[in-house]
């Protein structure tokens, strides 16, 4: 029988539940063998079932380990509970398709304690603290209380040092502050986070760098990261790519999206190759859904039932998360 203990809040009853029970793990293992076996493991964001559909398939067929990312805005639009319970669908799912992969469920972004204690008391097993916009000291204030209490139930954190530039529903800089590598000694000791994202030139959102800027992501400071803390697990934010291919469908199909270019998939590689054990994607994921929408609408103009146009997105989003398995973050048969 399912171990339910049931709490009431003023106007909320939960099931406090451990990720545990819904056969989810933690990050810890999969991120030790990432950083040993020089790939990096996915962190796909999701807010509804086709785009849980398209990440597990793609997984399945790799055979890659992945990480569900939910952010605070997705927990708003598709409510908290329902994703719970689509994380635990998402373990069988896999199962019937044929792979046992490892399946983390992670809060992106957690901007407070409340906020991170509320996911882990509901099923998550990784939760990211994003205590960057404080002070040092404010930082690690809040992260160690996370901490504390995410590795009391299980659950392993992600912290982070520097601020990425960009521009999301939730999360918002207007220019970056590369993390500083003489800080992360410090950081990691005093708050005993499990990983560490930093910044080191990639940004937030689709639109990143106009046509004719030169995306860099700095392998210098990765370097000098990893001499600090040799061996511990890096974390890359805002990871896209925009494909100019994808960008173009969107606007031949009557959308309007300003030219931009993303990071280059060459880099990300050699970052996967070092330290950096978790890249996160989102945006390509978004455009690649459009971009596939779109066609429909401008070349069925008369279909209205959404299977007709989701199921499409559906396959373009799992072919694009193929993709960054196999070329890009080098997870494939690793499970
Ligand atoms: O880094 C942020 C993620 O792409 C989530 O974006 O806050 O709009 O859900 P969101
Ligand atoms: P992108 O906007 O580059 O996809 O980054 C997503 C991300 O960092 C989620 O936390
Ligand atoms: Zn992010």
């Excluded at 559906?314 to 193929?322: G, N, T």
Aim: proline share 4%; aromatic share 8%; glycine share 8%.
């Amino acid at each position: 029988m399912t171990n339910y203990s049931e709490f009431i809040t003023p106007n909320k009853l939960y099931k406090m539940i451990s990720y545990k029970e819904l056969g989810l793990v933690n990050s810890k293992e999969l991120f030790a063998k990432a950083v040993k076996g020089g790939y990096a493991i996915p962190a796909f964001n999701f807010n509804n079932m086709e785009q849980m559909q398209a990440i597990i398939s793609a997984c399945v067929e790799t055979k890659s380990p992945v990480i569900l990312q939910v952010s605070s805005g997705a927990r708003k639009y598709a409510n908290q509970t329902l994703l719970r319970y689509m994380a635990q669908g998402a373990v069988e799912y896999a199962k019937e398709l044929g792979q046992n992969i490892p399946i983390v469920l992670h809060l992106d972004h957690g901007d407070s304690f409340e906020l991170c204690k509320s996911c882990i008391d509901m099923g998550f097993s990784s939760v990211m603290i994003d205590g960057s916009h404080h002070s040092f000291e404010k930082n690690i204030e809040l992260t160690k209380q996370v901490v504390e209490y995410a590795h009391a139930h299980g659950v392993t954190v992600e912290g982070e040092l520097g601020v990425l530039a960009g521009v999301e529903d939730e999360v918002s800089a207007e220019h970056h502050t590369y993390t500083q590598p003489e800080e992360v000694e410090e950081f990691v000791k005093r708050t005993g986070v499990d990983s560490l994202a930093i910044s080191i030139g990639t940004s937030h959102g689709a639109f990143k760098f106009k046509p004719g800027q030169k995306p860099e992501i700095r392998l210098d400071i990765l370097e000098e990261i990893e001499k600090r803390i040799p061996g511990f697990p890096i974390v890359l934010h805002g990871a896209s790519s925009v494909p100019q291919d994808v960008v173009a469908d969107i606007n031949k199909f009557g959308g309007k999206l300003e030219d931009s270019i993303g990071i280059p998939e060459e880099q990300l590689r050699m970052a996967a190759a070092s330290a950096v054990c978790k890249i996160n994607i989102d945006s390509d994921g978004r455009l690649a859904m459009t971009a596939a929408i779109r066609k429909v609408f401008a070349q069925s103009p008369a279909e209205f039932d959404p299977r007709k146009y989701l199921g499409p997105a559906r396959d373009a989003l799992k072919e694009l998360y193929k993709h960054k398995i196999l070329n890009v973050l080098g997870s494939n048969d690793k499970i």
